[in-house]
C-alpha cells in the first residue's frame, strides 16, 4: 500500500504563489509515476502536471510557464510549485501515484490518491 499526505494549500490573491507537498509512504519505489491533479466542483478531476517513470515531465497547458513540479527521492516528496495564480486555479488539489502510467495526465491511469489541499484564489 501507498499513502500520500497533501499540505500546503491556502488562500491567495490573484498573481501570488503557494507550493503543495506530497508526503509519500508504504511500498513506493523512486520509479513511480507521480503526478498533481485538481478538481473543481462539479467538475471532473485533471491533470496538472505529472513526472513519470522514466522521469519525463508533462503540464496541462493552463499550467505551463507557471507551475513547476519536483521529485525528492530521498525524502519521498512530491512538490508544485505554483506561480502567477489565477482564480480558474481555484479546486481542491491531489497528490496521485501509480506504478506505471502510458499517459501521466490522464487521473483514471492513478492507482493511489491523497486527500487534496483546497486552493483558492481570489482576484
Known amino acids: 500500500q501507498v499513502q500520500l499526505v497533501e499540505s500546503g494549500g491556502g488562500s491567495v490573491q490573484a498573481g501570488g504563489s503557494l507550493r503543495l507537498s506530497c508526503a509519500a509512504s508504504g511500498y513506493i519505489e523512486s520509479s513511480y509515476c507521480m503526478g498533481w491533479f485538481h478538481q473543481a466542483p462539479g467538475k471532473e478531476r485533471e491533470g496538472v502536471a505529472a513526472i513519470d517513470s522514466d522521469g519525463n515531465i508533462s503540464y496541462a497547458d493552463s499550467v505551463k510557464g507557471r507551475f513547476t513540479i519536483s521529485k525528492d527521492n530521498a525524502k519521498n516528496t512530491l512538490y508544485l510549485q505554483m506561480h502567477s495564480l489565477k482564480p480558474e486555479d481555484t479546486a481542491m488539489y491531489y497528490c496521485?501515484?501509480?506504478?506505471?502510467?502510458?499517459?501521466?495526465?490522464?487521473?483514471?491511469?492513478?492507482?493511489?490518491w491523497g486527500q487534496g489541499t483546497q486552493v483558492t484564489v481570489s482576484s
Open positions: 496521485g501515484a501509480v506504478h506505471y502510467s502510458d499517459y501521466a495526465l490522464n487521473p483514471y491511469e492513478y492507482d493511489y
